[in-house]
């Protein structure tokens, strides 16, 4: 009987805890909708506002394929977990959002959920989504009502087991996700700020790459803008914080607006995902838009990021098959002196990239070279030539040690491994 | 945390890895920053000083082909319609103007050329390469390579490119990627449906004849005496720009 009891009990809350993660997982907050006000004699300007919107949060980088039909999805987005493709964003009533009303397109920003009530994955960023207004989101809505209907069907995820379980998005959403409104209230800060505050943390989604994550891919949100790898792209997102050495402690407002707005700043470049964000979406920006998001930017203090990355000498061998290295491929360019040519050529004394806690962008650089985005501000940028194939991976760890620790950088050697995990990746 | 690694990226690495030769980035002179040959510097390190092709047999000399030709090209390789990852991590963001002017620099630097290196394939086999490049092999429908490509091989304005001055490996294994689907042009692709209808002996045949002709001067023909054999789409697409 007792035994009965027991079971019966321990049902009953083994029932509870999983109506409890259920309810948390799909919870909305209980502020009362806001419908759409769209007046028809608005939908034109509507849409131009969207269609900047779209680019500002480069909706593309998920949303259209290298040479697909604009918003028709199909971009693939590695991840530790698997791939995603971003799905069909154009009118188109089997494949797309055809039959989306703007409270369905609404709910999937603000909420994660899909109009049937499925749980979004949050490789679509809707933890900073949540914050983009109403307003933004119809505007949104109207301008991906506009574009030519393409019928092309979503590819499925590749998702690694367990993470193919869709329905265990809710007991992630249980521990780390809030339906909230908007952001907490701040006293004493201007209009500018708070313009630059709800574009970095909502539609510009920055904090997707600059904000460390957890195991399972959630962000760590009192770790704010802190810098963070990029999990499946063997790129680093650095601080965004005001350290002075690894974050944009020395860099100006004027600065950050120049690399938003044309790719380049006279710290550095923008490479690999920021050059696509760039390439698609900042540098349409406007100048007063990038100047708040700079603000907002150069408020944050510092979180101790410098002494994070500061690290012990090389060894001399190492230093010295670097430093001919460098003699021979780079100082042409970037100089002996390590400060480069700007804006042809980036300084690597004090480049973000290359004095980072994680070697991957400076080691990425080496391999495959690239090119800054060709912006309206500098529409023929320089190429940095790769060198995967004439250089090993000993002689790339030996190079990037070099840069990491010459002129006043003080970062890590790099080790064979992570030249390794990069070369994987870039394959 | 841990990384995820495509199959076709795997492949894509192994392929590349075969197809290419160390290279060594040799550039002539001190790089002036601000002109099109310092912004170039990441194109010259495989395809040579101003374009004139690698050191190591592989990669193409670019230098002198038709401006239009190599811009499709870079919009194919940029779009991955023809799928090489280090051409496509260089151009993922780059403008459709900077590609022309890219384009457009190539093509107007004419560098002298190497002396081809002889084929060690046997002189009949080289006669088979040089009658299929002539007169084509009509029992399978593959036209002639001159038909489209000019008397000369020297390339037809705006968008077919010489033919001779290539190594043997990028020839060859061009056809490889249009058979497989790796190089691909707007429909009708002309030469994906030539290639699927050659042999590997065939291919072989006309790589080894192609790369051994000496080259004395590349000028792109103005124009072919008869309409070509066969529709092609990127051809038609230039036709339409300008």
């Not at chain 1, 154009?90 to 899909?114: C, I, N, V």
């Not at chain 1, 960023?125 to 506009?146: F, G, H, I, K, Q």
């Amino acid at each position: 009987m007792n035994k009965r009891a027991f079971l019966a009990g321990l049902a009953l809350a083994v029932a509870a805890g999983i109506g409890t993660l259920f309810w948390l997982g799909h919870r909305e907050h209980d502020v009362a909708p806001v419908s759409s006000i769209v007046r028809p004699d608005e939908s034109i300007q509507l849409v131009e506002r969207g269609r900047y919107l779209a680019r500002l949060g480069n909706c593309m980088g998920c949303h259209t394929e290298p040479g697909g039909a604009p918003y028709a999805g199909g971009r693939a987005l590695p991840t530790p977990f698997g791939t995603f493709y971003g799905p069909n964003l154009t009118p188109d009533p089997e494949h797309g959002l055809g039959r989306w009303s703007a409270e369905d397109f609404w709910r999937a920003l603000h909420h994660g959920k899909a109009p049937d009530g499925r749980l979004l994955y949050p490789a679509f960023p809707y933890p900073s989504y949540r914050y983009v207004s109403r307003e933004d989101a119809d505007a949104l809505y109207a301008y991906l009502r506009s574009l030519p209907a393409v019928a092309k069907p979503d590819r499925d995820h590749d998702l690694a087991f367990p993470y193919d379980q869709r329905w265990l998005v809710a007991v992630w959403r249980a521990f780390y996700f809030r339906p909230t409104e908007r952001e907490a209230a701040v006293a004493g800060q201007s209009e500018e700020w708070l313009r630059g505050r709800y574009l970095v943390e909502g539609l510009a989604h920055c904090a997707e790459c600059h904000t460390p994550r957890n195991r399972l891919g959630a962000m760590v949100p009192e770790a704010g803008l802190a810098g963070s790898l990029i999990g499946g792209q063997s790129w680093y997102a650095p601080p965004l914080t005001g350290d002075r050495k690894t974050g944009l402690g020395e860099w100006t407002r004027q600065d950050i607006v120049d690399l938003l707005k044309t790719g380049i700043s006279r710290h550095s470049h923008a490479a690999g995902p920021m050059a696509e964000a760039v390439h698609q979406g900042f540098q349409y920006a406007s100048d007063a838009d990038l100047d708040a998001m700079a603000a907002y930017l150069k408020s944050l203090p510092a979180a101790g990021t410098d002494t994070a990355a500061l690290s012990a000498a090389a060894p001399a061998s190492l230093m010295e098959l670097g430093g001919k290295l460098y003699e021979q491929h780079c100082a042409q360019c970037h100089g002996a002196d390590g400060k480069g040519q700007p804006p042809a050529w980036p300084p690597l004394a004090g480049n973000l990239s290359v004095v980072a806690v994680a070697p991957d962008n400076a080691i990425h650089m080496v391999l495959s070279g690239g090119f800054a985005p060709s912006t309206a501000g500098n529409p023929q940028p320089h190429g940095m030539p790769p060198f995967a194939q004439a250089l090993g991976d000993q002689d790339v760890a030996a190079v990037v040690t070099y840069i990491r620790q010459s002129w006043g950088n003080q970062a890590s050697a790099v080790s064979l491994p992570e030249v390794r995990r990069v070369r994987e990746a870039v394959r | 945390m841990p990384f995820v690694l495509h199959k076709y990226k795997l492949l894509w690495g192994l392929a590349a890895m075969a197809l290419a030769a160390p290279l060594a980035a040799q550039q002539s002179g001190k790089l002036e920053p601000n002109t099109m040959a310092a912004r170039m510097a990441a194109c010259t390190a495989c395809h040579g000083s101003q374009g004139r092709a690698g050191p190591d047999g592989y990669y193409p000399r670019i230098a002198g082909k038709p401006a239009d030709y190599l811009y499709n090209q870079l919009v194919y390789f940029r779009s991955g319609q023809r799928q090489y990852r280090p051409m496509q991590n260089l151009l993922e963001h780059m403008s459709d103007d900077y590609l022309r002017q890219i384009a457009e620099w190539f093509s107007g630097q004419h560098p002298p050329y190497a002396d081809p290196s002889p084929s060690r394939l046997p002189a009949a086999v080289l006669d088979r390469g040089r009658q299929l490049v002539m007169e084509g092999d009509p029992r399978r429908g593959v036209p002639a390579c001159v038909a489209c490509h000019g008397a000369s091989l020297t390339g037809v304005l705006p968008a077919v490119p010489a033919l001779v001055g290539l190594p043997h490996d990028y020839i060859s294994s061009q056809f490889g990627a249009w058979t497989n689907g790796l190089r691909k042009a707007i429909e009708p692709d002309c030469m994906a449906d030539i290639a699927r209808r050659m042999t590997p002996e065939d291919v072989s045949a006309v790589a080894g004849w192609l790369s051994s002709q000496p080259v004395r001067s590349a000028t792109p023909s103005s124009g072919l005496p008869a309409p070509p054999p066969m529709e092609c789409g990127s051809q038609m697409r230039v036709e339409v720009r300008q």
